[in-house]
């Protein structure tokens, strides 16, 4: 079964507010999260990744918050604007390069922007 | 865009056929993995190829195979396609073996009639 796992398949929000997206997983061997963006029809683009020695690292609009002791993984988007809007997939890697097991998805979460 | 590219874009086939796949990595990068995306889900990784040998798989039965060449493309293989193949292809590609973040390609679309 998969070992990431995703809260909500949709969510919506306001144009211009924050956007939490929320991810469990339960391999506590993981030591690799990678955030992806999935627009229709398109392939999964790189948003921000993170490594299990941290806890939280910030791109541009984007930050990514790891909690170990809960197994949990959260992608916050600032002010959200209508290119925000897609299925957004959180990943682990349990081992460097792939390997064995490449990179285990979750099954998405539908971000919705409202005019 | 990552740089990644697969073709074709668009593949109809019937049950019972072979298809084959192909995908051109990212410039500098030596390692593709490709995974099967099916409607409304996340991808599922199939293999990965690191120096043209097989470097892991995932549960995907054999007749899912796949090459890499000494430019670093590959091609994915499927034998007797079954309609549940039916998804979204995608290749991704890294620059190391050892390198975690993956950059994926658009994919390809395979219907199975």
């Known amino acids: 079964g998969e070992s990431v796992g995703l809260h909500l398949p949709t969510l919506s929000v306001q144009e211009g507010d924050n956007s939490i997206i929320n991810c469990a997983y339960s391999n506590s061997a993981s030591d690799y999260f990678i955030w992806y963006k999935q627009e229709s029809g398109k392939g999964p683009q790189f948003i921000i990744d993170?490594?299990?020695?941290?806890d939280k690292r910030q791109g541009q609009r984007v930050t990514v918050l790891l909690n170990k002791t809960v197994k949990h993984l959260s992608l916050q988007i600032a002010a959200t604007q209508p290119g925000d809007s897609a299925v957004y997939f959180c990943?682990?890697?349990?081992?460097?390069?792939?390997?064995?097991?490449?990179?285990?998805f979750g099954k998405g979460t539908h971000l919705i922007i409202q005019p | 865009e990552t740089g990644v590219t697969q073709s074709p874009t668009h593949l109809i086939k019937t049950r019972g056929q072979q298809v084959t796949l192909r995908c051109s990595s990212q410039s500098g990068h030596n390692t593709v993995s490709w995974y099967q995306q099916a409607l409304g889900q996340g991808p599922q990784f199939i293999f990965q190829?690191?120096?043209?040998?097989?470097?892991g798989r995932g549960n995907f039965p054999p007749r899912f195979s796949g090459l890499q060449f000494p430019n670093y493309s590959s091609e994915l293989n499927v034998n007797a396609l079954e309609l549940d193949d039916s998804a979204l292809y995608l290749c991704a590609s890294s620059s190391t073996r050892m390198e975690d973040t993956q950059y994926f390609g658009p994919g390809t679309r395979l219907t199975v009639l």
């Open positions: 990943a682990e890697n349990i081992r460097p390069g792939g390997g064995a097991d490449g990179l285990t």
């Open positions: 190829y690191y120096r043209e040998e097989e470097n």
């Open positions: 993170i490594r299990s020695n941290m």
